[in-house]
């Protein structure tokens, strides 16, 4: 639908492992995550707060909520983006992140920019 494309934003992720801020032999095992979000829509949007689902190899979930990134409520125009740089702690030398940005737009719609699944990992630990 055409109107779909008014609320869209589009996120991408790079992650590091930090082995200067990690115990390899024991953990924890720290990695930072590098965020583009990028308003692709026709319409200008704000996000308002972000929702992450962290879980490590054995199963392990927590859940982080808050409002902003990295103490900013970015707005975003159409075509503009931002970036930002955060991290986390895991127990395992492998796990995952998934979650959401929580955006209002101009028009006062609220909607949700989703960021899928994406793996963290400790160099040399997957194929």
Avoid at 50 to 59: L, N, S, V, Y
Wanted: hydrophobic fraction near 35%; charge should be negative.
């Amino acid at each position: 639908m055409a109107s779909d494309k008014k609320y869209d934003i589009t996120v991408t992720v790079r992650t590091q492992f930090l082995p200067d801020q990690s115990d390899a032999e024991r953990g924890p095992f720290v990695f930072a995550y590098f965020i583009t979000i990028r308003n692709t829509g026709g319409i200008a949007a704000q996000l308002i707060s972000r929702h992450w689902i962290i879980t490590d190899a054995e199963g392990r979930s927590q859940e982080v909520k808050g409002l902003g990134v990295v103490g900013q409520q970015p707005l975003l125009k159409p075509g503009e983006e931002y970036q930002y740089q955060s991290g986390t702690p895991l127990n395992t030398p492998v796990g995952t992140m998934r979650g959401a940005y929580q955006m209002v737009a101009e028009d006062g719609t609220h909607f949700d920019a989703i960021v899928p699944e994406f793996v963290l990992s400790m160099p040399r630990t997957l194929h």
